[in-house]
């Protein structure tokens, strides 16, 4: 079982399927925040790549400015589908979404069944934050297949964004 740490001291596991890069991205469903309530679909083949963002709630100072970064940064990025993806109820997500001008990005809620978090292995299953998801990026083919992942190591720091942006404009 991977593991992350909250706060470089209370190391958290992370319960589910653990998917690596080559492997088949399991087609989930999550729920949209706008349109409100709406299925979403990640993973699986698509007709764009998928980059998926993954973050513990959007009610905390990283999370927050990781969403605006990869809101701006993606706003250039061609033939790509964006969501982002946490345990955040969806009405909570809009909130936060219209405060805070993202435009370029789905965010999407895991919150009905963790099918994401689990088919992903991205569920903390323990420490202060058990139950909501850890902080990770997907990129995801057009076949389908992972392509790039990055699971940040320390949970209150932002992923490395020049390596996400490069996966995601090198995926096919």
């Known amino acids: 079982m991977a593991t992350v740490t909250f706060k470089n001291d209370t190391v958290c596991n992370l319960a589910g399927t ?3 890069v080559g492997d088949t991205a399991p087609e989930v469903t999550v729920v949209n925040c706008n349109p409100m309530l709406q299925n979403e679909t990640v993973g699986g083949a698509q007709e764009q790549v998928q980059l998926v963002i993954v973050v513990p709630s959007l009610d ?3 999370c927050d400015a990781e969403t605006r970064r990869f809101n701006t940064e993606v706003a250039s ?9 946490s345990m955040d109820l969806p009405f909570s997500a809009a909130n936060f979404c219209s405060t805070a001008g993202i435009d370029n990005i789905a ?3 895991d919150f009905r069944n963790k099918d ?13 934050l058990a139950g909501v998801t850890c902080r990770a ?6 076949d389908g297949k992972v392509a790039y992942k990055q699971v940040v190591p320390e949970i209150t720091q932002e992923p490395d964004y020049d390596a996400v942006l490069a ?3 090198a995926a096919k």
Do not use: H, Q, R, W
């Open 60 to 62: 905390t100072g990283v």
């Open 107 to 109: 965010v999407c809620s």
């Open 167 to 169: 996966a995601a404009k």
């Open 18 to 20: 653990e998917i690596n």
């Open 77 to 85: 990025l061609d033939n790509v589908n964006v969501k982002t993806v």
């Open 116 to 128: 994401f978090s689990n088919a992903y292995g991205m569920l903390l299953a323990d420490g202060p």
């Open 137 to 142: 990026i997907f990129v995801i083919g057009t």
